[in-house]
């Protein structure tokens, strides 16, 4: 954690005849203690901190919607191809770095459409288009080679029936594509089908989802799952669905997001779940963010979130380290735009402190743990003896140590920062996380003083404990 202000020694620790004399570790090593660890994520809060980032790239596409779109580990981009630009259909391929979009220039390509849907296969280590919607339903079958920068087009001996909308997602077993549903222009469908590198294998599912089209559906590769949610239908659509690789199987919730099609869903590998954005129920466009944490929905509250939006462009970015959502259309207003999601990490209170007239003084945190944030954080202290003298005590485990009237947590002490309170009893300290430092890392914080009138003369705030995300 760097401070913004330099720590002195720990005299005044020693002053305060504390229990705890160990004095403060430098920065730079503090730095690399935190660099070096190899903490597995703990397991999150149902509502941690997260927002949505409005992006500036340089170059984005002009206004689009109706796309399809893939993160192609391959060429370590978002893919984008196709949709609509409220007079057209498209049949540009765009892809975004993390930084910038850039337009593809290829030798061949699919034909214009909106609708289709794509998914990277790992096992040919391509992405996979299907289907669409051009004036007609379309049913052919397209492969971009991210290592090459091309398309081809397949020519399987078996495909499904031409529709627009159709899920496709990665195998979390196998890794191949895998085609669900659509809408031929007459019924909703339901088959599933393999893409085998060469041609579509019909699956027969016993209990597969009832027949739909513009579902949200993403893989989870933590749960080995495949997750799908809503879409249009016939009948109720508004159930969710997991994919093991073999058979689907209906899920039932205790919460669910309203039914809503044209949504899109992507896995936060910080967070461990799947996150759901946007898409529309009954004709009106959302931009709610919900997650799935392997048994259940809870709808995350970020601290701002994108315009309302369906038919949009979204996975993970790995160079970014943050789910993209780009494009889309709110009724007539079809947007170009591009946002990143967060997780900004998370603060939580661990216990009480100890304190004398007053009462313990309340220390609490707010802002983005992220490694390398410039944004930041920051720390808040209150209910502090006024023009005090505070040491905010930073240790990497939470320890219990007992202490008259109160507790210890910082375990082992690692930092000791020398402040004063205001006249108030408050103050604010502004830090961030180094970058390098390993996701799930945790922080214990705690803030000591003198109080004359609290046991042992000595005063410390509530443990407080920090997860970088």
């Known amino acids: 954690m760097t401070i913004r202000g330099a720590p002195a020694p720990c005299g005044m620790l020693r002053?305060?005849?504390?229990?705890?004399r160990r004095c403060r570790v430098a920065l730079p090593a503090l730095t690399l203690a935190l660099a070096g660890l190899g903490a597995l994520a703990p397991a999150r809060a149902s509502n941690p901190a997260t927002d949505w980032q409005l992006a500036q790239p340089p170059v984005k596409p002009p206004r689009f919607a109706g796309m399809a779109s893939a993160f192609d580990p391959v060429s370590n981009r978002l893919l984008a191809f196709g949709g609509y630009d409220a007079q057209k259909y498209l049949a540009d391929t765009w892809a975004f770095d993390g930084q910038t979009w850039a337009k593809l220039v290829t030798p061949v390509a699919p034909p214009a459409r909106a609708g289709a849907s794509m998914a990277f296969d790992s096992v040919t280590q391509t992405?996979?288009?299907?289907?669409?919607?051009?004036g007609v339903y379309l049913g052919d079958t397209w492969i971009w080679n991210g290592?090459?920068?091309?398309?081809?087009?397949?020519?399987?001996?078996?495909?499904?029936?031409?529709?627009?909308?159709?899920?496709l997602f990665t195998d979390p077993v196998n890794g191949h594509a895998i085609v669900y549903g659509g809408y031929d222009g007459v019924f909703y469908q339901l088959t599933t089908y393999r893409w085998t590198g060469s041609n579509w294998q019909f699956l027969p599912q016993a209990t597969p989802?009832?027949?739909r089209v513009a579902a949200a559906v993403a893989l989870d590769p933590v749960r080995h799952k495949v997750v799908l949610f809503g879409g249009l239908a016939d009948v109720n659509p508004w159930n969710t669905w997991t994919w093991d690789g073999a058979q689907w199987s209906q899920q039932f919730?205790?919460?669910?997001?309203?039914?809503?099609?044209?949504?899109?869903?992507?896995?936060?590998p910080h967070l461990g779940q799947v996150v759901l954005f946007g898409g529309a129920s009954g004709g009106a466009a959302l931009n709610d963010t919900w997650a799935w944490d392997g048994g259940?929905?809870?709808?995350?509250l970020p601290a701002h979130a994108p315009p309302k939006r369906e038919s949009f462009a979204?996975?993970?970015v790995p160079a970014l380290d943050r789910i993209v959502v780009a494009g889309g259309e709110d009724g007539n207003l079809v947007l170009n735009d591009t946002w990143s999601f967060a997780d900004l990490g998370e603060f939580s209170d661990i216990g009480p402190g100890l304190g004398g007239a007053l009462g313990p003084p309340a220390l609490s945190g707010s802002g983005d743990l992220a490694p390398g944030s410039a944004a930041g954080f920051t720390l808040a202290l209150g209910n502090a003896p006024p023009l005090a003298p505070v040491s905010l005590v930073v240790g990497l485990s939470q320890g219990a140590l007992p202490l008259k009237g109160g507790t210890l947590y910082p375990v082992p002490v690692l930092l000791i920062v020398p402040l004063q309170a205001s006249g108030a009893g408050t103050l604010a300290l502004p830090a961030s996380i180094p970058s390098g430092v390993p996701g799930?890392?945790?922080l214990v914080l705690q803030g000591w003083m003198p109080d004359a009138t609290a046991p042992q003369h000595f005063g410390a705030s509530n443990g407080l404990k920090a997860i970088v995300p």
């Open 314 to 316: 979204m996975a993970f």
């Open 147 to 167: 290592a090459s920068g091309t398309w081809s087009a397949a020519s399987p001996a078996t495909s499904p029936i031409a529709v627009t909308g159709p899920m």
């Open 15 to 20: 002053r305060m005849n504390t229990p705890l």
């Open 253 to 268: 919730p205790s919460q669910q997001p309203a039914n809503r099609y044209d949504a899109w869903a992507a896995f936060e």
């Open 296 to 300: 259940n929905w809870h709808e995350l």
């Open 127 to 134: 992405v996979v288009l299907f289907g669409g919607y051009d």
């Open 209 to 211: 989802p009832w027949a």
């Open 440 to 442: 799930g890392t945790s």
